[in-house]
C-alpha cells in the first residue's frame, strides 16, 4: 500500500514563502512522474510541478520563477519551496505519484492547504 503524507501548509501573508514536504512510503518502483497539483474553489486541479522520467522538471507557467520543487530520494520525499506567493496561489496543494511498468499506479495524498491573505 502506498502513501503520501503532504506537510507545510498554512496562512502566508502575500509575498511571504512555505515549503510544502510530501513523503511516500510503500513500495513504488519505476517512477513514471511525482509532483505538485493544486485545486482552488470552484476550479479544476491543475499541475504546479513534477519530476517526470529523467529528472526532467515541468512547472506551470504561473510559478515559474517563484516555486521550486526539488526531491530526497533517499527519504521518498518531494518538497515545493513557495516564494513570492500572491493570493491567487490560494488552494489545496496535493501530492501526487505515478509509478509502475506500465505507469499504471496513481496515487494522491489527502492535500494541505495553502492560504496567501494579508
Known amino acids: 500500500q502506498v502513501q503520501l503524507v503532504e506537510s507545510g501548509g498554512g496562512l502566508v501573508q502575500p509575498g511571504g514563502s512555505l515549503r510544502l514536504s510530501c513523503v511516500a512510503s510503500?513500495?513504488?518502483?519505476?517512477?513514471?512522474?511525482m509532483g505538485w497539483y493544486r485545486q482552488a474553489p470552484g476550479k479544476q486541479r491543475e499541475l504546479v510541478a513534477e519530476?517526470?522520467?529523467?529528472?526532467?522538471?515541468t512547472y506551470a507557467d504561473s510559478v515559474k520563477g517563484r516555486f521550486t520543487i526539488s526531491r530526497d530520494s533517499a527519504k521518498n520525499t518531494v518538497y515545493l519551496q513557495m516564494t513570492s506567493l500572491k493570493p491567487e496561489d490560494t488552494a489545496v496543494y496535493y501530492c501526487n505519484v505515478v509509478f509502475g511498468f506500465r505507469a499504471e499506479y496513481d496515487y494522491w495524498g489527502q492535500g494541505t492547504q495553502v492560504t496567501v491573505s494579508s
Open positions: 519530476f517526470t522520467g529523467g529528472g526532467r522538471t
Open positions: 510503500g513500495r513504488l518502483f519505476s517512477i513514471d512522474a
